[in-house]
């Protein structure tokens, strides 16, 4: 193992036994087994040790993510990718904290991943009629819920009692974003066009048509986001 893998391992190990998700550069060189020069040669400073340190721990997240296949139910991968994300935030607490700092300068590219692939997930819901907003606007309402709520129960937790406190929110969010398969029309009247629309966005995203010019589809998929929008 080379000086960066050592220098990475002690600090997500001093990280995990760490009262508060923050850890001294002093106390990872000693556990390390190495100067403090050679950490700031290979990482800058502390920042830039907890942005590796995230980085990896983010990789790990995204390991099962890219794993998984897609099943025949969209809406249940949703449903398994909140719990997965849920798990590995109580799994790793400190890391995930770190991982979701407001004081990170920079996003990991990896988070960006995250959000692609839950945007994907979204597509495939679309796709099957089975979404009731744009594919970018649920990306952003789930993965909002489902970090505050892993926050949440990561820091006030003797304000979170209910073990089931997670599903319960996952599952309101997703009847407020989604609609059960083989729903011939939604619900009500006022909601057919905006299903219908992200339907309609989604597939043609996913077919990637040569009937239009980019130009044109550029222009349709706007329309049809803003009439999926409602």
């Not at 893998?5 to 009262?19: G, T, V």
């Not at 400073?45 to 790990?60: H, I, N, T």
């Not at 819920?145 to 406190?165: C, H, I, K």
Request: aromatic share 6%.
């Amino acid at each position: 193992m080379d000086a960066r893998e050592k220098i990475l391992e002690a600090a997500r190990d001093l990280l995990a036994k760490a009262p508060v998700a923050d850890v001294s550069t002093r106390a990872v060189c000693e556990a390390a087994g190495v100067g403090a020069p050679m950490l700031y040669r290979l990482f800058g400073d502390k920042a830039g040790l907890l942005a590796a340190v995230v980085d990896r721990g983010f990789e790990e997240y995204l390991a099962s993510k890219r794993a998984a296949r897609p099943s025949d139910d969209p809406v249940a991968d949703l449903r398994n990718g909140w719990d997965n994300h849920m798990r590995f935030a109580l799994e790793h607490p400190n890391l995930y904290r770190l991982m979701y700092s407001p004081e990170l300068t920079a996003p990991p590219a990896a988070a960006q991943e995250a959000h692609a692939l839950l945007h994907g997930i979204l597509e495939r819901c679309a796709a099957a009629g089975r979404l009731t907003v744009p594919p970018a606007l649920a990306t952003q309402m789930i993965m909002s819920a489902n970090v505050g709520a892993a926050l949440s129960m990561l820091t006030r937790p003797e304000q979170y009692p209910d073990p089931q406190f997670s599903e319960r929110l996952r599952d309101s969010v997703l009847a407020s974003l989604t609609r059960p398969a083989g729903t011939a029309e939604p619900g009500e009247q006022d909601s057919a066009v905006p299903v219908a629309a992200a339907t309609l966005a989604a597939r043609l995203r996913a077919a990637q048509s040569p009937v239009f010019t980019p130009a044109e589809s550029a222009l349709l998929e706007q329309w049809l986001d803003k009439l999926s929008a409602g």
